[in-house]
C-alpha cells in the first residue's frame, strides 16, 4: 500500500497562553451533544474534574463565559453552551475548515514533486 504525503493542520488559539483549540471544541461539540459537562467528558475518556479545568481555563483567558450549567436534583442537571460558546464553536470549525482548504492548495502547490 502507498502512502502519500499530506499536511495535517491543527489550529490553537491564544492570548498570552493558549485559550482555545481542538480539545476544548471537541469538548463543548460533546457537552453540546450530551448535555452534560461529566457525560460529554466521559464520552472522551476524560475526567469531569479535568474538564472542567480546561473549560474555566478557556473561560478566563477567553474573557466570557462557554457554559450555562444547572446543578443536580430530581429532574438531574445539565448544561448548555452560551450563544458565545456557539458562536465562537462555528468561528472555529469555519476558520479550520478554510485554512486546511488553503493549506491542501498550498501543500499540493509546494511538495508536488514529492505527490
Known amino acids: 500500500m502507498e502512502k502519500t504525503l499530506r499536511p495535517v493542520i491543527s489550529v490553537r488559539i491564544f492570548r498570552e497562553e493558549k485559550c482555545f483549540g481542538p480539545g ?3 469538548l463543548l461539540k460533546n457537552i453540546e ?3 452534560s459537562l461529566r ?3 466521559a464520552s ?3 475526567a469531569y474534574s479535568k474538564a472542567w479545568t480546561i473549560l474555566k481555563a ?3 483567558a477567553l474573557g466570557f463565559k462557554l457554559l450555562h450549567t444547572t446543578t443536580g436534583g ?3 442537571g445539565g448544561a448548555a453552551l452560551t450563544p458565545e ?3 465562537l464553536l462555528e468561528a472555529y470549525y469555519a476558520y479550520c475548515a478554510a485554512l486546511k482548504a488553503a493549506g491542501k492548495t498550498l501543500f499540493e502547490e509546494h511538495f ?3 505527490l
Do not use: I
Open 24 to 26: 476544548v471544541a471537541a
Open 33 to 35: 451533544e450530551h448535555h
Open 39 to 41: 457525560s460529554a467528558a
Open 44 to 46: 472522551m475518556g476524560m
Open 58 to 60: 478557556s473561560e478566563e
Open 74 to 76: 430530581r429532574h438531574g
Open 85 to 87: 460558546a456557539q458562536a
Open 112 to 114: 508536488r514533486e514529492f
